[in-house]
């Protein structure tokens, strides 16, 4: 009997309903094709896609599954051309679903063999080719997707692994993300999608801007996902949200995606949220919005007004009493920047007021039991020493004595002396 006559009965029992028989005939399959011709994979193929959702321990399937895939591309060679698309679909679920059963290497295999019977150089290209179609297959469902979607693995397998293909895919990709991370889904799907989509945007050029796309679609990414999931809510989930949401603006700022007047779109449809999150308790999320203010402040060209001025200073001064040293740090930098940009916008004579106030309370902390806060205290004293010097020296002359320790309080008057004179 040829081999190809087996694959007909095969086929017939593969939707048995017992998995243990299902996992066998795929099994035998492998077997049948390793001895069979080019006709298998027309034949296997589409039997093989009606059982990529079955509920079977993974190890047993996806290992198997692998193993059938090797034996076509081995034995059909060329004649896997006309279904490249559906092994790449196989391979991506096997891949998906190959976290604990260390597949992953034999999958990456599996797709360089069969790049090199599709004539092209690497696995990158299929996805170049495929990366489509492949997210439009998952996306047909996307409506419904829950953290337990077995779709929700394999689009993080296309958009971890279609690098600059990702660029293409934009009108594709981010409805259904805006789409998923809506409030109303599932937390923990949200949480996931966000941190794909963090990963993507931290190599952004190498990703979803590998076209210089990206901006395009800007107002969808803050607006319609960061805005809505940076809300405020009662809860553990909430919270977590939020932070994935901060780190996921914090990979789009450094992400050097955006030019300088994006920027400042984000910066003023963000900056209320983002000084909100400064309170969060979750000590990374109040480090990166630190950082996050900090990257608005030093934005080149940037329009913030002296109202807008005074709204950021008050919550970075809390974050000098934040009970995370780094946190303490970035806080100090931020406001060192923020002092810069006073003086850069010809600013200070709307808040002198609001600036004798942070002398006051920096000079507090320069007194503080850390040395580090100590020193990068000065540093922000330092930096704005050049816009009321006469006052600063006034403020600093009054506290000394009350130092445990004079030392910063004399490093910073010696500092303003050296100053050059106003014009």
Known sequence: MQSESLISPLMQTISHQHWKVRVAVIEATGTVIQFGSGKSVDDVLPHFAQRLFDDVPQHLYGEH?????????????????????????????VMASSGATGLGDKVQETMDALA??????SSQDLYREHAGPLLEWLAASHHDWTVHSAELLQLDVVVTHAGPALGELLPQLIPVLRSCLQPARDPAMRLQLFSILSRVLLRAKETV??????????????????????QWHAGRTAAAIRTAAVSCLWALISSESLSAEQLREVQ???????????EEDAQVTRLVSCRIIDAFMKASGAVVGPDELVKVYPELLKRLDDVSNDVRLAAASTLATWLRRVESDGSKSCCQSDIQHLYKELLVHLDDPEGAVQDAVLEVLKAGSVLFPDLLVRETEAVIHKHRSP????????????????P
């Open 65 to 93: 599954l692998l193993l059938c895939v090797q034996a076509l591309i081995a034995v059909c060679r060329e004649d896997c051309r006309g279904s490249s698309l559906q092994l790449m679909e196989v391979l991506v679920t």
């Open 268 to 278: 003023e449809a963000l900056t209320p949220q983002i000084l909100t999150t400064l």
């Open 116 to 121: 090199t019977v599709e004539s092209v150089d």
């Open 407 to 422: 030392a910063h309080c004399e490093q910073l008057l010696q500092h303003v002396q050296a100053l050059p004179p106003a």
């Open 209 to 230: 801007d590998s076209q210089g796309q990206l901006h395009s679609y800007l107002d969808t990414l803050v607006k319609d996902i960061l805005v809505p999931n940076l």
